[in-house]
């Protein structure tokens, strides 16, 4: 009888146990559940006491990287559109930070901040500049959105993980960067597209792996594709190549490159379509008026003598690239060696003041669209990048954090525990596209709306208008330089042409009055 009694619960207790397995097995919301039913749940457990915890055992909101604890925590809560305010002051040391940017409100500006509870949360926000105006290209635009995602190629990221970006990009009418992995099935979700040109032209190379015309015309023509970016190099691996063991290369991976599947897959260190700058322009001419689609260029920032060399031919040419995407030394969602992810090209704030200095004193920086990436998903780092020349943004692993990733930084181990960065089919399917499109789009708007916030502050209607007087940073307790000092601007340097200008503030500037506050009384002046 005693042992009856013993079995009952604890027969009841693994009942429930299973029952709980179950449903996380079904539902679709958490992918870390999906995959890890029941031990899953014990990440949300230390999560919702993790605060306690840290505070008097592990570490602070502020000393985990590469996204600290509050980081992560705003972007998860912009993507489920929770409360993703902050209380009781900030607990950032300012103080004694050197480097640390404040931005500059302003008493009286241009643009009044409307008081409406829901004021930003749906703000169109496009570039300030028409991408291939300048130079003419037959499918110049200009972009909706500001706030784009970066090059994350499928192979590196899944096929699940690339179809709810692509179909979050469509949600927020905003760009998906392909990468160089090629034009997957998963990137015809309804996002406009990037394609990326790496040095082993996946997707448009010939069975000898050289480039093809021929195919880049093709698949442009049958897929959205509003832009051709040509990769020199990147943040996490500057001028390395690649390899794909051939373990991952799938059917999949092999038709969307144009590789033989399971057979180790090698992306170049260079480019064999051109050797120097003057081949470069060459080649970017020829992609243009083959295609008529604006056409750039992505690197990360070294040695300066490249970026001269280019600017002169610009100048002098006639021949030119239509934007400029600047990825930061930070590293970012591709697997490096260790030396070249902590010390090898500058961080985006360096790199990029150098070469929009170059373009500005060739006179070239209103015919450039300036693109940044390297943490630039979080609007502090944002609006310092808006205010040194950038015209957008591109978000890579901010975007994964919105869609379900822990920052466990088994990227390149082929384990993701959340099905972001694997190919392995049990941990992908626990990543639900339809549901973390929604989740992305959220974060991308919630971005758009804090950068809107920001520029209102600071006396102007859009991100693009806020200039180098605008920020300050912090050399410690008792000083700061204003930021065109700091990298060494001209004051107007940052800012778009007056005519580009004049066009965002009319794009911008509703009809309904701003501010939203009680009309003025008979005393008031002026």
Known sequence: MTWARRAVPAAAAAAAVVALAARDLIQRDHALLRNFPVLGRA???????????????????????????DQRRWVYASAKQQNNYFGFGTDNDIE??????????????????PSTPTAGHDVRLPCAKVLGAARGRAHAFRPESVVNISGMSFGSLSGNAIAALNKGAALADCLQNTGEGGLS?????????????????????????????????????????????????????????????????SAEIAATRGIPAGQDCVSPSRHAEFSDCDSLLDWVELLAAET????????????????????????????????VTIDGGEGGTGAAPLIFTDSVSLPFQQGFSRVY??????????????????????????????????????????????????????????????????????????????????????YLRTLRRDLV??????????????DTDAVEILDGRTGSTPLHEVYGYQRHWGLPSAADQAEIVRLMTPEAPQGGSAPPSATAVG
Request: glycine share 12%.
């Open 43 to 69: 990440r949300y457990v230390l999560e919702a006491i993790g605060p306690e915890l840290r505070q008097y055992i592990v570490a602070g909101n502020n000393e985990e990287r590469p996204f600290t604890r």
């Open 96 to 113: 004694y930070t050197p480097g640390y940017p404040i931005i500059k409100h302003r008493t009286f500006g241009r643009a009044v901040p």
């Open 185 to 249: 099935p998963y990137h015809r979700n309804g996002g406009d597209l990037v394609f990326q040109l790496g040095t082993a032209y996946f997707g448009c190379r010939d069975e000898q792996g050289r480039f093809s015309l021929d195919r880049l015309k093709e698949l442009v023509a049958g897929a959205p594709v509003k832009a051709l970016e040509i990769k020199l190099s990147q943040g996490a691996k500057p001028s390395l190549g690649g390899l794909l063991p051939g373990a991952k290369v």
């Open 292 to 323: 008529g689609l604006p056409v750039g260029i992505k690197s990360a920032v070294g040695d300066l003598g490249f970026w001269q060399e280019l600017a002169t031919l610009m100048r002098d040419t006639g021949r030119g690239v239509d934007f």
């Open 357 to 442: 200095k170059i373009f500005a004193e060739h006179d070239l920086h209103e015919q450039v669209v300036f693109v940044g990436g390297g943490k630039l998903g979080l609007p502090d780092n944002a609006v310092v990048a808006f205010a040194l020349g950038c015209d957008m943004v591109n978000v890579g692993r901010e975007a994964m954090l919105s869609i379900g990733c822990i920052q466990a930084q088994k990227c390149h181990t082929d384990t993701c525990p959340t099905g972001v960065a694997t190919q392995n089919t049990w941990l992908a399917r626990g990543l639900d596209p339809s549901l973390k499109s929604v989740r992305a789009a959220n």
């Open 453 to 466: 916030k920001v520029a209102e502050a600071c006396g102007v209607e859009h991100p693009g208008l806020i």
